[in-house]
């Protein structure tokens, strides 16, 4: 498979076979990491490992298990590693950038503002380049061949299951239909004789239970009930959204209303809005946008509108977990996480809507 981004093209890398696998399980091993260190930290009073002298900070053990994550694949060639090589090079990133409040001040404080909307601004990154590396439309025959040869290596250990069989068929007939370069021709036919020589059956297995769940949802979100879920879902958020701006209003006009005591409800630290009043004045013009929005595309959905509804709800999520969520961190900390998860789970509810419900054509 051949990449888009052209500096790969410019040194000839080829996307790895189950690339998006591994970099989802070092996505999530990384979410994983960060909340549970952050979690068990908050629970036990932030403890030190160490003496007067001596403080061993997680971000050391974060370090090793990168160089692990990194070295193993230099000297194994198992395809299993490669799964387990995923996992820790998203719990070593995860224990490293937990600290990177410490690694950026003088003071080494752990509790910097900014540590928040830094991590929250890797994971972005993380998940656009897992977005980013999928199947490209344009291929050569080396590319195919090179990811052929890591699927056939497999046969060394198992027989290949049915759907890579006709993968390595379809690519090796592309690249004898396609390509000019007589090696490589040479090479796809020698791989497909291989292929379908091989008699061993991978035996019929039953799905699991993650792929059980994942067909059994399918069925049951029809177009009426993820159209009530995506409904209520954006009246909530929209009334999240607001939260900041009704207390910033009411502590401006009404400063002795009972509903304060509402709004005033935190979990965890909370950075003041005089340390930073230009960021937080742009955080309530970017609450009080994108609750708009969200309340055009709840009253669209309601009326029909589902093509309007959708695209406003898109505008509304995209900008609040690029933009929005950025400036939330810094002065809500972490306790923001439960609204980014939210914010994700409705907007692959709004992505599959759009691809699913809506015609090619205009509602």
């Known amino acids: 498979m ?10 000839k890398l080829i996307e790895r076979e189950n690339a998006v ?30 003496n007067a002298t001596l403080h061993i900070a997680h971000v050391l053990w974060g370090g090793l298990i990168l160089y692990i994550a990194a070295i193993l694949p230099l000297i ?22 937990d600290e990177v409040g410490k690694l950026i001040t003088r003071q080494y404080d752990y509790f910097f503002p900014a540590a928040a909307p830094i991590i929250y601004i890797f994971f972005l990154l993380l998940v656009i380049m897992v977005v980013m590396i999928r199947r490209p439309d344009a291929m050569d025959g080396r590319a195919e061949l090179v990811q ?12 290949l299951e049915p759907d890579e069989k006709t993968r390595i068929e379809q690519d090796m007939r592309f690249v004898l239909d396609q390509d000019a370069d007589k090696l490589h021709q040479e090479m796809a036919r020698r791989l497909l004789e291989l292929v379908k020589s091989d008699p061993r059956v991978m035996p019929v297995k039953s799905p699991g239970w993650a792929m059980r769940i994942v067909e059994q949802s399918r069925h049951w979100w029809t177009e009426a009930r993820l159209t009530w879920f995506l409904g209520v879902g ?61 309340l055009l595309a709840v009253l669209s959905l309601a009326l029909g ?16 977990l690029l933009v929005l969520d950025m400036l939330l961190f810094y002065f809500e900390q972490f306790s923001t996480a439960l609204t980014v998860a939210f914010q994700f789970l409705l907007l692959f509810g709004v992505m599959y809507y759009r691809r699913n419900f809506l015609p090619s054509s205009k509602n």
């Open 76 to 97: 194994y060639l198992n395809p299993k590693l490669h799964l387990l090589g995923a996992v820790l090079s998203g719990v070593g990133v995860g224990l490293f950038i």
């Open 148 to 159: 052929a040869l890591e699927v056939v290596r497999e046969q060394l250990y198992r027989p």
């Open 2 to 11: 051949q990449s888009r981004w052209k500096f790969l093209r410019l040194w």
């Open 305 to 320: 509108k589902k093509r309007l509804a959708t695209s406003l709800g898109n505008i509304s999520l995209l900008l609040s």
């Open 21 to 50: 696998r591994y970099m989802l399980l070092s996505l999530m091993s990384f979410v994983a990491t960060v909340s549970v260190v952050r979690s068990f930290l908050a629970l036990t009073g932030y403890p030190q490992i160490g």
């Open 234 to 294: 954006m009246a909530i958020l929209c009334l999240v959204t607001l939260k900041n701006p009704l207390q910033f209003g009411l502590e401006r006009f009404l400063p002795g209303s009972s509903l304060l005591v509402f709004f005033h409800a935190h979990s965890g630290r909370e950075i003041a809005p005089a340390e930073a009043p230009f960021l937080f004045d742009t955080r309530l013009v970017l609450e009080v946008l994108i609750s708009l929005f969200l």
